[in-house]
């Protein structure tokens, strides 16, 4: 089991910037990809940025250059620097993790957090 909390969401303006933060405890070590989603009104949960197997980072397009992920081990967190957002980055932001172990995978999520980008 992996329990994820976030943090950092909240009101932006646009061109403005955020941080949040996902703390992992549990079976951290078992990890093997973990990052951000988000979920926009009327539209389906996205990537965003996550960190996977070999220690390739992937982001979606639409945020290249805009938002930075990064980690810390010792802690178990991983962090979604937001730059220059806009207000399409509008979205619940939702940390996740997957172990993959043997063929078997497990998706384990968090609670969300908001994040409202005024124009």
């Known amino acids: 089991q992996v329990q994820l909390v976030e943090s950092g969401g909240g009101l932006a303006q646009a061109g403005g910037s955020l941080r949040l933060s996902c703390a992992a405890s549990?079976?951290?070590?078992?990890?093997?990809?973990m990052g951000w989603y988000r979920r926009a009104p009327g539209k389906q949960r996205e990537l965003v940025a996550q960190?996977?197997?070999?220690?390739?980072?992937n982001y979606a397009d639409s945020v290249k250059g805009r938002f930075t992920l990064s980690r810390d081990n010792a802690k178990n967190a991983v962090y979604l620097q937001m730059n220059s957002l806009k207000p399409e980055d509008t979205a619940v932001y939702y940390c996740?993790?997957?172990?993959?172990?043997?063929?078997?995978?497990?998706?384990?999520w968090g609670q969300g957090t908001q994040v409202t980008v005024s124009s």
């Open positions: 549990g079976s951290t070590s078992r990890v093997n990809i």
């Open positions: 996740k993790a997957v172990i993959a172990v043997l063929g078997n995978r497990l998706d384990y």
């Open positions: 960190f996977s197997s070999g220690s390739s980072t």
